[in-house]
């Protein structure tokens, strides 16, 4: 029997996949930091991810908490800047800084045979930072430098102007930093940051991968003795003040030859019940490859190279995104692409076929996306830090298996509305 | 250690499978064994903009994408001066639906005139985004054609320029595809939650029937050794200058390529490494330089390349640079320095080697080496490297007359 290429193989629907979140182990060091744990795994590496709450928010003066973040590693009271970095990396281990804008964190990628060799220098970072001026001085330099090269692409000013739109610069979801904040800091802030935020700091802490039989006694050792979580520490609530007029378009580069379009709406957190569902109409939107916008924008029309929406879940807000580079002679037509297709999203009904195609996507993604201990301990680490707990992934799972067109499209005619759009071209 | 199994079809096609019963996943990669510099230098950037047609519709499927999603599958394709790679990672159960979709692209394409022409389209906004819109863009498309006269590395993936992508047409898409798109020519690697057999079965099934195409024998024109030192000065609208050097090195089968890998390793990898160290924190002459090597299969290109800091100037730059070169060619290595090096790499490969995508790459890249068994030899490799070979290989590379610099200067 000649072998037919046109029908396509028997599948098993991703929708009728037994999708699990692994549990994760939880323990208490002794000064009472928790340790969220998930073991497994096919090589011998770990991470340990300390986090902070002791993001941007937290901070008076702009940019001063991610000044402290990075330069924790820039020296201590016996160690220096080169000293540190030479210990880790002779042990191929990374210590990889990031401030966000509630947490920072501290995250540690060991093989796992070296890990009792590399901790005691994390703990001493944490507990012994000395920000020495002239780390200070090196940083505030380059990362001038950095702005000044960053302040050419046009894609790297869309992103910050559309924040400050929808949040207002006084909001942390919504400030950037400007050259005089970088000249600004002094030591005195990043030494008294740190002593509030990280060396009495609030912490909790994720690990994944093959553990050696004496992780929990190293790490009780060398961070289970700091003076850590003693006092609770409250976030401060920021108003969001949102700018008033809507549609915007900036210069910035004469000769460029794209521009950089942002459309972004407000949008709840993942609290809102809203939430699932519409992480399924985003996915129809501009979600994926797939989605109507790629398929319209890219591949009907070649006006980008790529076209995604998304949904920015911040921990108190958060945004419905629009976000591609177009060619600059195309910018408007893709715009109006855009709003065409909310606008099909509003007024008709998406297709059964489409609705399954994107359901089985997303849930094939989401098995993929739980595969391997980081990524385990990754979703988990999300949930904690936003407050959620695992009926929000059972729950979203039992949304995307069930939710119908005319839910779809009710939740369209909410938020896809054009009007409530922020309009912003950066050439 | 990543076990494997491997098998030829009769139509030349080589299959890998490696089982790990651990995820529910699987990936399925095929590699073709053609990249940028199969090239016809009046044609360049063509093996990129194919790879965006692959995902235009094949002979049976209109579409390659809804399948594969309606599956559970995500995929993606890249084409680097060497290969194209493309790769999908499925729920193990469907991945009968990857067989199909690969094979029957790989059978024919439908070559649909609207594909082409709306992916030329897209392929020039790509080359805009990435290369023209963007500051230094178009640093490493001067630095290769400075660097080579005869080889075709000496164009980018993307292309030369623009026009060559705007000028493909139906007629040389057919052509590439049936001289390189053909069962002898690839590489199909199976990693995940798969048994060889069922492989065996699904491969004789569905890629079994593709005829074999001619052979290809790549004979591309040999680099001859730079004789004299090059260097080119570009002024653009950029806020800093920028020193670009970079150094004829050996290709992936030169005997001196992993004490190359780990000289870029001493010099410029991570913040412990000396270029960082001396020429960012202690001299402060730069804010940002790295030290790297693309790891081409032919003979490739050391790179150094810095953002100098505002008000030093290059000759002060270069002449520092070249002090760090003169002392990795003068003074042996530490043992303990090469022992970091040779522990980060082992740190990477470990993490590396953590999803079953990066085993199918990496499988799929040495065996197009000639033994996807060199996969597990890599390591010993590098722990062989001696400071006496990092002196040597230094000193073969780092000779005046093997450079070629690029002085970026700020027009403002």
Known sequence: MALDRIVAPVIKDAIDFNIQLKPYQKFSLDNGVEVNAYEGGSQEVLLVDMVFYAGNSFE?????????????????????????????EFYGAHLNRTCTN??????????????????????EIISE????????????????????????????????LIDEYLFGFDHPYGKYSVEKDYTAINREDLVA????????????????????STMESLLNKHIGQLPLNKKDITEQAHPIISATEKKYSIVNDAASVQGS??????????????????????????????????????????????IHSYLQNYKHAGAWMVSTDAGKDVCKATIEEVYKEMKKLREELVGEEELKLVKNYMLGALLGDLDGPFQIISRWKTYLLNDLTEDYFYNTIKVVRSVRPEELQALANTYLTEEDFYELVVY | MIQFEKFQLDNGLKVLVHQDTSTPMAVVNVLYNVGAKDEDPAKTGFAHLFEHLMFGGSVNIPVYDEPLQRAGGENNAYTTNDLTNYYCQIPAENIETAFWLESDRMLSLAFSKKSLEVQRKVVCEEFKEHYINKPYGDAWHKMRSLAYTQHPYRWMTIGASLAHVEDATI???????????????????????????????????????????KAYVRNLPKEPVQEK??????????PLDMLMMTWHMGGRFDEGYHATDLITEVLGGGTSARLYEQLIKVKQIFSSIDCYHFGTVDPGLLVIEGKLVKGISMAVAEKAVLEEIEKIKNEILDAKELQKVINKTESVICFEDMSIM????SLAYYELLGDADLMNKELGMYQRVTPSMIQHTAQQIFQDNNRNTLYYYSKT
């Open chain 1, 102 to 123: 509630e947490t920072a964190t501290v995250t540690l990628h060991s093989l796992s045979k070296h890990f009792h060799e590399v901790i005691p220098i994390m703990g």
């Open chain 2, 358 to 361: 990066n085993r199918a790459h």
């Open chain 1, 60 to 88: 008076q003066k702009n940019w001063v908490a991610a000044a402290t973040n990075f330069l924790l590693k820039n020296g201590t009271s016996t160690k220096t800047s080169f000293e540190i970095t030479d210990a880790f």
């Open chain 1, 261 to 306: 379009i942002r459309l972004a709406r407000h949008f709840p957190n993942r609290h809102h019940p809203d939430f699932p569902a519409a992480q399924v109409l985003n996915n129809i939107f501009g979600g994926f490859f797939g989605s109507r916008l790629m398929s319209n924008i890219r591949e009907d029309k070649g006006y980008t190279y790529g």
């Open chain 1, 129 to 160: 930072a000395s920000f020495p001026e002239k780390e200070i001085a090196i940083l505030k330099q380059n990362q001038i430098q950095r702005l000044l090269l960053n302040l050419k692409k046009g894609d790297f000013i869309a992103n910050r």
């Open chain 2, 171 to 213: 007629e040389d898409v057919k052509d590439f595809f049936f001289q390189f798109y053909r069962p002898n020519n690839a590489i199909v690697v199976v990693t995940g939650n798969v048994q060889t057999e069922q492989v065996k079965q699904l491969a004789e099934k569905w890629f079994g029937p593709i005829e074999a195409g």
């Open chain 1, 193 to 212: 940051f740190y002593e509030q935020y990280y060396l009495n700091g609030k912490c909790v802490i994720f690990i994944a991968g093959k553990f050696p």
């Open chain 2, 229 to 238: 030192s090059r260097s080119m000065d570009v002024r653009a609208d950029v």
